[in-house]
T-cell receptor, first 112, second 113 residues
Framework: QQQVKQSPQSLIVQKGGISIINCAYE??????FPWYQQFPGKGPALLIA?????SEKKEGRFTISFNKSAKQFSLHIMDSQPGDSATYFC???????????FGQGTTLQVKP | DSGVTQTPKHLITATGQRVTLRCSPR?????VYWYQQSLDQGLQFLIQ???????AKGNILERFSAQQFPDLHSELNLSSLELGDSALYFC????????????FGPGTRLLVL
């Protein structure tokens, strides 16, 4: 019940295309859903986040879509650029403990 | 730059040894979280400290321990090291005790030979 399942494991997209990464959770006590971006040799950096009472949040080229009834959320990267090539992690925040539960990560490669 | 600092950046040691990883949170943040990142397990929450007190525990081995000092920096102690402990260890910091927004440091890469 504490798991967050992320797919796909890897993704290759052409420059200018849309990258879509999906996550699913089971625990309805999760109260906050961030996405982190990680470049090789660096720590995860907070990219965008959403609360379960909102269905969509957009920041620049990055959009989170949230489906509370299905317990799923996804990250859309519009106009994907080679600089977006990184590993992306979805996460869910446990309001009871404060810890983040991470998905397994998606390695995105954007081809020029 | 997240404002979270971690030292050392790399650590190479032998099985059976003990190491200490250090983390300084962002200015004003009272919570420190420790995470382990390995290829097969992904990012796993280990333990959280808030204002000097242990707040939450995750998948932390008994050989591992942590503490947070009065100046709010934190140390993660790993003892009786095994080959499988080789991983990236990240700390993250946040304002509150149940902080949703967590900022990660650059990590310490531990290699146990």
């Amino acid at each position: 019940q504490q798991q967050v399942k992320q797919s796909p494991q890897s993704l290759i997209v052409q420059k200018g295309g849309i990258s879509i990464i999906n996550c699913a959770y089971e625990n309805t006590a999760f109260d906050y859903f961030p996405w982190y971006q990680q470049f090789p040799g660096k720590g995860p950096a907070l990219l965008i986040a959403i609360r379960p009472d909102v269905s969509e949040k957009k920041e620049g080229r990055f959009t989170i879509s949230f489906n509370k009834s299905a317990k799923q959320f996804s990250l859309h990267i519009m106009d994907s650029q080679p600089g977006d090539s990184a590993t992306y992690f979805c996460a869910a925040h446990s309001g009871n403990t404060g810890k983040l539960i991470f998905g397994q990560g998606t390695t995105l490669q954007v081809k020029p | 730059d997240s404002g979270v600092t971690q030292t050392p950046k790399h650590l190479i040691t032998a099985t059976g040894q003990r190491v200490t990883l250090r983390c300084s949170p962002r200015s004003g943040d009272l919570s420190v979280y420790w995470y382990q990142q390995s290829l097969d397990q992904g990012l796993q929450f280990l333990i959280q400290y808030y204002n000097g007190e242990e707040r939450a525990k995750g998948n932390i081995l008994e050989r591992f321990s942590a503490q947070q000092f009065p100046d709010l920096h934190s140390e993660l102690n790993l003892s009786s090291l095994e080959l499988g402990d080789s991983a990236l260890y990240f700390c993250a910091s946040g304002r509150g005790s149940l902080q949703e927004t967590q900022y990660f440091g650059p990590g310490t890469r531990l290699l146990v030979l």
